[in-house]
């Protein structure tokens, strides 16, 4: 029988590889569903939701800011971002699905892929505050501190014969 890691941590690293995997098919169906909405329909259902605020408060910065952000979303931006979300929740997918069922490979893949994400988050974020991406900043630390610490698990519980590099 193969040892494995137990104890909280382990179930906090599987309950965070489950959330990742989440939102990678909640971005994959976003994407999809990017992909096939008609030019324009962003900018219709926002000046919908907008437009009974605007009346009633012309200078609302939240109504204003929305129908602005709408107007910028072209097809142009439509389909890349529909792509963007496409290629990253399949990826995050494919590593939550490999992490869940601890391929060696996949961990320090994992860690360099969210090292980055955490890199172009804090970027943003001197750009631009956002209280939102710096929780995501934080919980995707946690991730990697998580997936860190699965890994040398994994590889202390290991035979002494297996040799760590080959994928299993």
């Known amino acids: 029988m193969e040892n494995k890691p ?3 941590l382990h179930k906090l690293f599987d309950g965070v590889v489950i959330l990742k995997g989440l939102n990678g098919l909640a971005e994959i169906i976003s994407g999809t569903s990017l992909l096939f909405l008609r030019d324009g329909s962003i900018i219709s259902l926002v000046t919908s939701l907008t437009q009974a605020e ?3 408060d012309p200078q609302d910065h939240l109504a204003l800011l929305l129908q602005h952000w ?3 979303f072209g097809n142009d931006s439509q389909q890349f971002a529909a792509l963007y979300l496409l290629a990253h929740g399949v990826g995050k997918v494919l590593l939550a699905v490999m992490l869940f069922l601890e391929k ?4 320090p893949l994992a860690l360099v892929l969210f090292s980055v994400l955490i890199t172009f ?3 943003r974020l001197t750009m631009n505050w956002s209280l939102a991406l710096a929780g995501f900043v ?3 630390l946690f991730t990697i501190w998580l997936i860190a610490r699965e890994w ?3 590889k202390r519980l290991s035979p002494v014969g297996e040799d760590s590099r080959m994928p299993r």
């Open 121 to 123: 988050s804090i970027y």
């Open 6 to 8: 137990q104890g909280l």
């Open 152 to 154: 040398m698990a994994i």
């Open 138 to 140: 934080v919980f995707d």
């Open 54 to 56: 605007l009346i009633e």
């Open 70 to 72: 709408a107007a910028g």
């Open 104 to 107: 060696t490979w996949a961990f």
